[in-house]
């Protein structure tokens, strides 16, 4: 029963420790909080903190982790994994990728950050990107499968090329330094999976048309 008990008492510890983590990145996009800052925030000392997770580059990769938990990532992805047909699946996918972005924002940027000289927080940020690969992949092989996709096209570019068109600093740069809407975004982010898939480009081109006039 004690056991039971202090592995509880652990559990909550550990969970307090990511959720003040991930707050403290929402308050602060600019400045990576201290392993201190993080202690203060969730109400534990620095030796508690540490016992958890020993530096801080593993508890922002555990954050991430808790953020997929917390949103629910396969209930996400179920109608692009369920879908009939190649192009109902790159939509699907598209959709629940961008719509996702903005919410782990934060912490993926706290650990881009991290990434430039912390070669764990590199491969975390390559971890994802792979399982986002993954994603765009399955529907590029489905268009495959449909005839779908034009004659000739390389099924692993393409799936860079959308990897890449639907990068995190793509989204960074369009929504953040350029202040798009994130409806405009999610749009124009379709219709250019869309396009680089299906050959077509005018879906793009009424996108930017229909957006109206930039933000102040």
């Known amino acids: 029963m004690a056991i039971d008990t202090m592995s509880s ?8 420790i990511l959720k003040a983590t991930w707050s403290l990145l929402e308050d602060n996009v600019a400045k990576l ?22 530096s801080r580059t593993e508890l922002l990769i555990e954050t991430t982790r808790y953020q ?11 109608e692009s994994r369920s ?4 192009r109902a699946r790159l939509d699907a996918f598209v959709t629940a990728w961008c719509n996702y972005v903005p919410q782990i924002w934060n912490v993926g940027r706290a ?60 989204w960074e740069m369009l929504t953040q330094q350029y202040n798009w809407p994130h409806d405009q975004y999610l749009k124009t982010m379709q219709a250019l999976a869309r396009a680089a898939t299906l050959g077509g480009t005018n879906e793009i081109v009424e996108t930017l048309l229909d957006s109206g006039p930039p933000p102040p």
């Open 9 to 16: 008492e652990k559990i909550d510890t550990r969970t307090r």
């Open 33 to 54: 909080p201290r392993m201190s800052d993080i202690a203060k925030a969730a109400g534990v000392s620095r030796q508690a903190l540490y016992l958890h997770f020993p």
């Open 68 to 78: 997929d938990q917390t949103y629910n990532v396969d209930e996400r992805l179920a």
């Open 83 to 86: 879908a009939p047909t190649g």
């Open 111 to 170: 650990l881009l950050v991290l990434a430039e000289t912390e070669p764990e927080a590199a491969d975390a940020i390559n971890q994802r990107m792979s399982d986002i690969a993954e994603g765009f992949e399955a529907a590029v092989l489905a268009l495959a499968r449909d005839g779908d996709l034009p004659s000739g096209v390389d099924t692993k570019r393409m799936t860079e090329l959308l990897c890449a068109l639907l990068s995190f600093r793509t």
